[in-house]
């Protein structure tokens, strides 16, 4: 197995679009990433796993906190923001936003959120394997979501 056959294979799986958020030393981080799931329920966990090349990777690994925003259908222009994709944009003086009460940026018009803390991490390679304790949540939009399949958006019908 090689990168290109492994890539070749994940483009053929369909995959909900998250952004996910944190705040570390009073600044806003947030990433476009496909590599989000359940983990258990007793404790409620949940994975994500970072880029080490993402310019958002220390922030992630250093925050106590953060936030998985499931994009709707409609907000595909938020996902490649997130994703780096539109340039010259800052992230967060083109999306709208409020802030949890633990300073956790949650995207306006999202299908939901959770609010997680870092519960573990671990070396996954290329990138940070981030578990987290789910502490809130909720579904704040009665919408489809974004789905990310063979390279490019779509939703469920």
């Known amino acids: 197995m090689n990168a290109e056959k492994l890539k070749l294979f994940m483009r053929n799986y369909?995959?909900?679009v998250t952004v996910v958020t944190t705040s570390l030393d009073s600044r806003l981080w947030g990433?476009?990433?496909s590599a989000f799931t359940s983990v258990?329920?007793?404790p409620p966990l949940i994975l994500v796993s970072i880029s080490k090349t993402a310019p958002s990777h220390e922030a992630f690994t250093k925050a106590?906190?953060?936030?998985?925003n499931l994009l709707s259908h409609d907000q595909s222009q938020v996902s490649d923001?997130?994703?780096?994709?539109?340039?010259?944009?800052?992230?967060f003086e083109k999306v709208d936003y409020k802030l949890s009460s633990n300073g956790l940026p949650l995207i306006d018009n999202?299908?939901?959120f959770l609010e997680c803390r870092v519960w573990r991490m671990y070396d996954?390679?290329?990138?940070?394997?981030?578990l987290g304790e789910v502490i809130?949540?909720?579904v704040t939009r009665d919408a489809k979501p974004l789905v990310y399949y063979n390279r490019s958006y779509t939703s469920i019908k």
């Open 31 to 33: 990433i476009t990433v």
């Open 14 to 16: 369909p995959q909900g």
């Open 136 to 138: 809130g949540g909720d």
């Open 64 to 68: 106590k906190f953060f936030a998985v």
């Open 81 to 91: 923001i997130f994703a780096g994709l539109v340039e010259g944009v800052e992230k």
């Open 124 to 130: 996954g390679g290329d990138h940070t394997i981030i």
């Open 40 to 42: 258990s329920l007793e």
């Open 110 to 112: 999202s299908v939901g």
